[in-house]
């Protein structure tokens, strides 16, 4: 474990001062429509909804998803969990930063603890964030209550506001769920990138009766149906709005990003002047266009594409 901690003044602005303290977002998020002839020569209208435009620190969904608990917290030390580059991670490092609150970042992968801090954790670090790293199996069992008072006890972090990995939790449902508020009337289709699925969640719960939530996994395997529905479950008491997931774009799994979706994701950018974000939002507009050429949307539909992040600088 490195310790980088730092001291937590006691008398931190909470709950009120969350704006004041730096955490003003810009909502709603700008939604844009774009010229793209791959979608327009089969019928279809594609508009962005611009999440990464939020915040310039706690970019996209991950400010929909930290507000809510940011204010739960009440100025106590906020501890949760990530791989070594969760942006997750970092938007709650930010978070701490400029509300004056400490923050436990739980690192997957002991063997990283003795290695040069790759760019991701050092901005984690640099921004006041407490390391921790624990070894797989550990971080596996992470929601296992002996499991995590284990490290809350190796940490110190006993009486920390505790956010779970991906910061999806009930109340990240709920603020995820203006998102689709938003977007009411405006789209027939809104798809989004899923990673713990805290977002879809949210925001399928959030459209209008008639809309469509569309997922796009970007981890391999079959868990997320059931995990959305238990985040829906838990956040609203039952399944929510309309939604479904389409598992075939994830390139082989989490942060894998062949050559064919890094010159699709070059290419998009270049089009339309939008820096693509590569884990989440290029499988998600690949995923798209590849389902429009494929016929899966009948013309006259509008579909709006949530980005949810941007680039790392
Ligand atoms: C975290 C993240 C997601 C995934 O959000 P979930 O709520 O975990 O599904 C999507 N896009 C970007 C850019 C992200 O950083």
């Known amino acids: 474990m490195s310790d980088n901690g730092r001291v937590t003044s006691p008398d931190v602005p909470h709950p009120e001062a969350l704006e004041a303290a730096g955490l003003r977002p810009s909502l709603p998020s700008p939604l844009q429509e774009v010229e793209d002839e791959r979608f327009a020569r089969h019928g279809v209208r594609l508009l962005l909804k611009r999440d990464d435009l939020i915040h310039p620190d706690l970019v ?14 009440t100025g106590r030390n906020l501890l949760t969990f990530g791989g070594a580059y969760s942006n997750h991670l970092r938007a709650t490092a930010a978070a701490g930063r ?10 997957r992968g002991q063997e990283l603890a003795d290695r040069p801090l790759n760019p991701s954790l050092a901005r984690c670090a640099a921004d006041g964030m407490r390391l921790h790293f624990v070894d797989r199996s550990t971080y596996r069992r992470k929601a296992e209550p002996e499991v995590l008072a284990h490290i809350l006890r190796e940490t110190g972090a006993q009486d920390a506001y505790v956010v779970p990995e991906g910061g999806s939790n009930s109340l990240a449902v709920h603020g995820c769920a203006v998102l689709g508020e938003e977007l009411r009337g405006r789209a027939d289709v809104v798809a989004v990138a899923c990673g713990t699925g805290g977002t879809l969640a949210g925001l399928a719960a959030g459209l209008a009766p008639g809309q469509r939530a569309l997922g796009i996994p970007v981890l391999k395997g079959d868990f997320l149906a059931t995990d959305v529905e238990a985040l829906q479950r838990s956040a609203f008491g039952a399944r929510r709005g309309t939604w479904t997931l389409d598992t075939r774009f994830h390139f082989g799994g989490y942060a894998r990003v062949p050559g064919e979706l890094e010159a699709f994701a070059d290419d998009f950018g270049a089009r339309h002047g939008l820096p693509v974000e590569r884990l989440y939002v290029a499988k998600l507009l690949y995923g798209l266009a590849a389902l429009t050429e494929r016929g899966a949307f009948a013309r006259g539909t509008t579909l709006a594409a949530v980005i949810t992040g941007r680039p790392l600088p």
């Open 98 to 107: 400029l509300l004056g609150t400490g923050t436990i970042g739980v690192v």
């Open 60 to 73: 996209g969904n991950k400010w929909r998803k930290l507000a809510p608990n940011l204010r739960a917290a």
